[in-house]
């Protein structure tokens, strides 16, 4: 098992597009039901931007309150991470644009695109470079997407499915593992999965042209059924490995904040943990999917309502595309 390492959450903020897209604003405008999107899914309501809202926007308001959270400003930051695959433009990063709108001195600035998973693979590496002896005291850790930006509206089995969202933390080094730390935690990747979850255009590969536009290629490809299956299965051999590997019990958790993919995901990882339902936390009913952005806002909202402590245990674990998947066990 790999040594703990001594991080604390010093101050975390969300923001979220005031836009509500609820379940009728689909039925009004495709061959979908309520009943559908509810049973299958779990989602009441997303949150989309208007215009003028960028990953960028949403991701600096969520860092101004974590600021503000924390009692810090931008020149106690050492490093800034933005986990995004929805980034405010090909290049620049997203975290350059941050780095702008917050101010401060020039620190390391960059984005991570680990999809869904790409808070807990910012949260690890974030970990590891905070890690005693290190320069970096305090980074600031984003995850910020506007999925509505790269869904297909007329794709009825994906368009109700994501929201868009941001959260921050800022994340501390500290010398007391005992009473804060990252426990344990995996991340991994299998490229093979590439192409059931993706935008196809857009990159390198397929560059922006007539014919990508006039086929929808910029838009989410989802191959929902095998992707739902394999998340199912990764997230229960996740949470039975991380447990195992640290030597936790699933009562021993205070509460599991699982990625926002599908209630019935969230439920099967659940089950397996023979865990009541106050034990693990959901938002999927009110924001949908926001990929990188669900876990931390989870986590925000726990924090903010007490439903998390200090020292409480507490388990992140998250599928998305690449494909990836990654899991947390943290003392918080
Ligand atoms: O966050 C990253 C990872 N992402 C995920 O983990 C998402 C994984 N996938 C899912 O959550 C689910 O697969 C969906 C919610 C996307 C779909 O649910 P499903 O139970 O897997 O449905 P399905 O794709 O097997 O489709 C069943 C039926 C199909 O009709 P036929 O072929 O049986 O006649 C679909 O065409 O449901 C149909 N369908 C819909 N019907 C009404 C698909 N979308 C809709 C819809 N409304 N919006």
Request: aromatic residues 6%.
């Amino acid at each position: 098992m790999p040594e703990p390492l001594g991080i604390r959450i010093s101050g975390s903020g969300r923001a979220l597009p005031s836009r509500v897209l609820n379940n009728q604003h689909f039925v009004d405008r495709l061959d979908t039901t309520d009943e559908w999107i509810r049973e299958r899914t779990g989602i009441l309501e997303r949150r989309v931007v208007s215009p003028g809202e960028s990953t960028a926007t949403l991701a600096t308001e969520a860092a101004r309150r974590a600021l503000e959270n924390a009692k810090m400003t931008p020149a106690d930051l050492d490093m800034i991470i933005v986990a995004t695959i929805t980034p405010e433009c090909l290049f620049p990063s997203t975290a350059c644009f941050v780095q702008q709108a917050l101010g401060g001195p020039p620190v390391p600035a960059f984005d991570l695109a680990a999809a869904c998973s790409g808070f807990i693979y910012g949260f690890v590496t974030a970990s590891h470079l905070l890690r005693e002896g290190s320069p970096y005291k305090n980074i600031l850790l984003i995850g910020a997407e506007t999925m509505s930006r790269i869904t297909d509206y007329e794709d009825r089995s994906t368009c109700i499915l994501f929201g868009d969202g941001a959260a921050a933390v800022i994340l501390s080094s500290t010398p007391d593992v005992s009473r804060h730390a990252l426990l344990h935690h995996r991340i991994e990747a299998e490229g093979s999965g590439l192409s059931m979850l993706a935008v196809p255009a857009g990159g390198s590969k397929l560059p922006a042209s007539k014919m990508t536009i006039d086929e929808r290629l910029h838009y989410v490809k989802m191959q929902g059924r095998e992707v739902y299956k394999l998340a199912v299965k990764r997230n229960l051999e996740l949470i039975d490995s991380t447990l195992a590997e640290a030597g936790v019990k699933p009562d021993d958790i205070a509460l599991v904040i699982p990625h926002q993919s599908n209630l019935r995901i969230i439920e099967s990882a659940r089950q397996r943990l023979g865990l009541p339902p106050d034990r693990v936390f959901t938002n999927i009913q009110k924001y949908g999917n926001t990929s990188a952005a669900s876990i931390p806002l989870g986590i925000d909202e726990c924090r903010e309502t007490g439903r998390i402590k200090d020292g409480d245990l507490i388990l992140l674990v998250a599928f998305g595309a690449g494909l990836t998947w990654g899991s947390a066990l943290l003392r918080i």
